[in-house]
T-cell receptor, first 113, second 115 residues
Framework: AQTVTQSQPEMSVQEAETVTLSCTYD???????LFWYKQPPSRQMILVIRQEAYKQQNATENRFSVNFQKAAKSFSLKISDSQLGDAAMYFCAYGGGNEKLTFGTGTRLTIIP | DTEVTQTPKHLVMGMTNKKSLKCEQH?????MYWYKQKAKKPPELMFVYSYEKLSINESVPSRFSPECPNSSLLNLHLHALQPEDSALYLC??????????????FGPGTRLLVL
């Protein structure tokens, strides 16, 4: 079974600074996707970014980018130029050979004005 | 358009009540999901419907009864719930059923309180 580990329950960052959220996973599959979802206090889960395991190039979406290290099974999220609206719970998730997503336990990100 | 809608936003019910949660998407997605989420925890999968057929039931108590009347609509019927069932209930959908590695798009959730 796949597992996803987020070792940072809480993080904080000064507005306009850069922060990196960590995620590691364990799997025996070779073909899978990885996701970062954001859940603000409004509670809707919003897709931030996704990475296909077969792609070596790290995914980027505006201020959000990932550092995908397949051999190390690591998938960290970097947020540049942090904004107040980035404050949320961030979940790392694994999507493999079935219909299920495996979520990590989440990292609560606070933005300090 | 990646919108999944859920109604109601909030629901308070007694342990003897019967209520239903509704989820709708018009993206042509063929797989739909129900999740339960407790505070400060990740979502827990409850049910998956693929092509309007129940494909996954994660050993959910029978007081939760899912229904997929058509490819756009997913219901969760609630009966004789317990206070520990109070949670945020999230619906999600993916484009393809059998959904290998598909992106799931989530609705805003229904906050349920069982008294």
């Amino acid at each position: 079974a796949q597992t996803v580990t987020q070792s940072q329950p809480e993080m904080s960052v000064q507005e306009a600074e850069t922060v990196t959220l960590s995620c590691t996973y364990d799997t025996s599959e070779s073909d899978y996707y990885l996701f970062w979802y954001k859940q603000p206090p409004s509670r809707q889960m919003i897709l931030v970014i996704r990475q296909e395991a077969y792609k070596q190039q790290n995914a980027t979406e505006n201020r959000f980018s990932v550092n995908f290290q397949k051999a190390a099974k690591s998938f960290s999220l970097k947020i540049s130029d942090s904004q107040l609206g980035d404050a949320a719970m961030y979940f790392c998730a694994y999507g493999g050979g079935n219909e299920k997503l495996t979520f990590g336990t989440g990292t609560r990100l606070t933005i300090i004005p | 358009d990646t919108e999944v809608t859920q109604t109601p936003k909030h629901l308070v019910m007694g342990m003897t009540n019967k209520k239903s949660l509704k989820c709708e998407q018009h993206m042509g997605h063929r797989a739909m999901y129900w999740y339960k989420q407790k505070a400060k925890k990740p979502p827990e999968l409850m049910f998956v419907y693929s092509y309007e057929k129940l494909s996954i039931n994660e050993s959910v108590p029978s007081r939760f009864s899912p229904e997929c009347p058509n490819s756009s609509l997913l219901n969760l019927h609630l009966h004789a719930l317990q206070p520990e069932d109070s949670a945020l209930y999230l619906c999600a959908s993916t484009q393809l059923a059998g959904g290998r590695r598909e992106t799931q798009y989530f609705g805003p959730g229904t906050r349920l309180l069982v008294l």
